[in-house]
T-cell receptor, first 115, second 112 residues
């Protein structure tokens, strides 16, 4: 158990819908990262937040957005869902923002299925 | 942009033997981190080993060790005394400035 929690574990929805994935980092971690793992794209970094502010951006679509709240939990919002958005979405957390030794701890993931 | 290549989609090894998984990467940066992650059937991402690019000494964690060749941009993982529980997908990853790039993965099967 990494200490990172993600809810829900599974989510099934229809095309065109909007969903929100939630992540709670390990106690004391200030950074949260979101990743997408799909069959055709592999594992991709989406976005990072550090202490409430966006720190780094990867291959995140404009239909996707994220935020980190004052209690440091984070939400990933996926809108206008398409079949290709079906994937396993991981959240990871780390102590720092990346300037120094910055091991990331992964949550168990949320399996999103778009029908 | 940094890319990570794992040229072995699948590998198998007999229990108790040694196996090496290959990884190469492309970057013009000098300071970065390299990782090997294990993803068993549970889909949990588990850190196996990490290497800081500025350290010349190869990282070792029990049965897992790496061969880091910075000039060649190579980062292979050696698993000694393979165990059935090592069966998993293994991902090589490159990280700099919080942007982590993963390879496509190698599916390792340990046979009894």
């Amino acid at each position: 158990d990494s200490g990172v929690t993600q809810t829900p574990k599974h989510l099934i929805t229809a095309t065109g819908q909007r969903v929100t994935l939630r992540c709670s980092p390990r106690s004391g971690d200030l950074s949260v990262y979101w990743y997408q793992q799909s069959l055709d794209q592999g594992l991709q970094f989406l976005i990072q937040y550090y202490n409430g502010e966006e720190r780094a951006k990867g291959n995140i679509l404009e239909r996707f957005s994220a935020q980190q709240f004052p209690d440091l939990h984070s939400e990933l919002n996926l809108s206008s869902l398409e079949l290709g958005d079906s994937a396993l979405y991981f959240c990871a957390s780390s102590v720092s923002g990346g300037e120094v030794d910055n091991e990331q701890f992964f949550g168990p993931g949320t399996r999103l299925t778009v029908l | 942009a940094q890319t990570v290549t794992q040229s072995q989609p699948e590998m198998s090894v007999q229990e108790a033997e040694t196996v090496t998984l290959s990884c190469t990467y492309d970057t013009s940066e000098n300071n970065y981190y390299l990782f090997w992650y294990k993803q068993p059937p549970s889909r949990q991402m588990i850190l196996v080993i990490r290497q800081e690019a500025y350290k010349q000494q190869n990282a070792t964690e029990n049965r897992f060790s790496v061969n880091f060749q910075k000039a060649a941009k190579s980062f292979s993982l050696k698993i000694s005394d393979s165990q059935l529980g090592d069966t998993a997908m293994y991902f090589c990853a490159f990280e700099r400035n919080n942007d982590m790039r993963f390879g496509a993965g190698t599916r390792l099967t340990v046979k009894p």
